[in-house]
């Protein structure tokens, strides 16, 4: 059996609250990421996009693990240069739309992360870790280095910690990604939802608006020289104060009342 069940969604989702939780559902294979489930999962990020009732995903893996890679047996069944263009560019149509979505992403961490698995916790806006969670970009071990992982990973920790990651395949514990700065914190397993839905929860409570508009801007200014990237932002800002919940808020703050209820996102 290569899947838990042929009838059953590759990528589960449940909504509550205002928060989406995508589930990778592979738990036989440790939530490898076969064509089918990118294909699942692009769709349901397609969805989402244009979801104003959702203000934060999480994604997450069924069973022990977050996500061990892409599915091995699938690329060593066809390794031509056409399906393996084709697999990556299905795998980077995934990342960019996780980062191109106006909610927060937040990796929630049940196990192993590794390789794409890896990619993934880094290609999220945030992440929170089981403390049991190992992490690494393993692909080198079987002579294939981690190039699309390492898009992610190099933009998110140190040059040498990267390096070391990328060239040696080893998988770091979860106390050790968060001193890298891959992951947000590190929780007791046990702990674990609490600590993911006390932080969607936060950024679920504050202006949707303002919060896509800044991670639109987090993106695309982290990338310019210091000069344009001001310029991106006092832009950013200017549009920010033109919204009337934005100016509403304010009013509410400064004359000490309670702040109103943030409206959905505008589509």
């Not at 899947?3 to 440790?30: F, H, Q």
């Not at 047996?73 to 990556?88: C, G, I, R, V």
């Not at 089981?130 to 898009?151: E, M, Q, R």
């Not at 040696?168 to 590190?186: F, K």
């Amino acid at each position: 059996m290569t899947d838990a069940s042929k009838n059953e969604a590759l990528v589960l989702r449940s909504d509550a609250g205002g928060i989406a939780t995508l589930t990778l559902n592979r738990p036989d294979n440790y939530n490898t990421l076969s064509t089918p489930l990118m294909a699942e999962l692009k769709a349901h990020l397609a969805a989402l996009k244009d979801d104003t009732s959702v203000r934060v995903v999480v994604l997450t893996g069924a069973g022990k693990a977050f996500c061990a890679g892409h599915d091995l047996n699938e690329m060593h069944a066809d390794p031509s240069e056409a399906a393996m263009q084709k697999m990556f560019a299905l795998c980077t149509e995934n990342m960019l739309a996780m980062t191109h979505l106006p909610q927060p992403v937040i990796a929630r961490i049940n196990g192993v992360a590794a390789a794409a698995g890896c990619q993934l916790v880094a290609q999220c806006d945030l992440a929170i870790a089981a403390d049991h969670a190992k992490f690494g970009t393993s692909g080198i071990n079987v002579g294939l280095y981690c190039s699309t992982p390492s898009v992610p990973v190099t933009r998110n920790i140190g040059r040498k910690q990267a390096m070391e990651l990328l060239m040696t395949g080893d998988m770091i514990p979860a106390a050790q990604a968060e001193a890298w700065g891959l992951i947000n914190r590190a929780v007791p397993t046990d702990q674990l939802d609490d600590a993911v839905h006390e932080m969607a929860a936060k950024i679920a409570s504050k202006s949707p608006d303002a919060v896509a508009l800044g991670k639109d801007l987090f993106y695309r200014q982290i990338e310019e020289g210091m000069d344009a990237a001001y310029q991106r932002a006092g832009e950013a800002i200017t549009c920010n104060m033109q919204a009337d919940a934005t100016q509403a808020a304010i009013d509410s703050f400064l004359q000490k009342s309670p702040l109103p209820d943030w409206p959905d996102r505008t589509k």
